[in-house]
């Protein structure tokens, strides 16, 4: 009978007997974060890991059985930079946009976090401490603990998209983004897209220097949307 699948948080570094390991999970995700940061996460093998460690890839497997071991000691480690020591204010829209900001530099400063398969549960030590302080925000909030949490995914599913939208802005040529504002302005101009023109006129396009007051004023508008007082 095949065992039951566990997750590595469940399993101890060290085993009861045997000799002590040569290399610590700590360790091996730092490499991988390297590697992940020279060349996007589809840059991190076993191969290239045991190869930067001086051991031998069938060694690794005493530390991470799977893939998806290795990306959630990524994920957790770099997650654990995210500064949780920030005093909460007891304004819930502002503590969780501060909180929102602190996760953009994150996924700015490592943009291999964006491709980071989305499970629901994934969830280590370090991500676990920065979803207890994200409900104690919420902890006066009238709302089920369901409802907190949907509201801290809708948040965080912002924080990955503005992430996306900056990083893109940053790789794109300059003279493309300025094809694509000349094309925007020539759809205002043409007469058979007015409500286009209206949206526009009232609304310009924030500047590329300006996205965090883009990124500010949407993520307050989404919490105030879901009900949140501040």
């Known amino acids: 009978m095949p065992e039951e699948p566990t997750s590595i ?3 101890p570094e060290r085993g009861a007997r045997g000799p002590a390991p040569e290399h610590s999970r700590a360790q091996i995700a730092a490499v991988a974060i390297d590697l992940a940061i020279a060349g996007g996460l589809a840059a991190v093998s076993t191969r290239q ?3 930067a460690l001086g051991t031998g890839p069938a060694s690794l497997y005493r530390y991470v059985a799977t893939r998806d071991d290795l990306i959630d000691l ?6 654990g930079e995210v500064d949780l020591s920030v005093p909460l204010t007891g304004d819930p829209v502002e503590d969780l946009l501060s909180l929102a900001v602190r996760t953009k530099d994150l996924y700015l400063r490592y943009p291999w976090l964006l491709d980071v398969p989305v499970e629901r549960n994934r969830l280590g030590p370090r991500a676990a401490d920065y ?3 994200a409900l104690r925000a919420l902890q ?3 709302m089920t603990g369901r409802q907190k949490l949907e509201a801290i995914s809708l948040l965080n599913g912002l924080v990955a998209l503005f ?3 900056e990083i893109q802005e940053r790789r794109t040529p300059t003279a493309r983004q300025a094809a694509q504002t000349a ?4 759809l205002a101009a043409d007469g058979r897209h007015p409500l286009i023109a209206d949206a526009m006129a009232h609304s310009p396009l ?3 220097d300006n996205a965090r007051q883009s990124f500010e004023r949407m993520t307050r508008r989404l919490l105030t949307g879901l009900g949140l007082p501040g």
Request: charged share 20%; net charge negative.
């Open 131 to 133: 979803l207890e302080y």
């Open 140 to 142: 006066h909030v009238p």
């Open 163 to 165: 992430a996306h939208i």
């Open 74 to 79: 990524m994920h957790d480690a770099v997650t």
């Open 49 to 51: 890991i045991a190869k």
């Open 9 to 11: 948080w469940m399993r």
């Open 206 to 208: 924030d500047p590329p």
């Open 183 to 186: 094309y925007q302005a020539q």
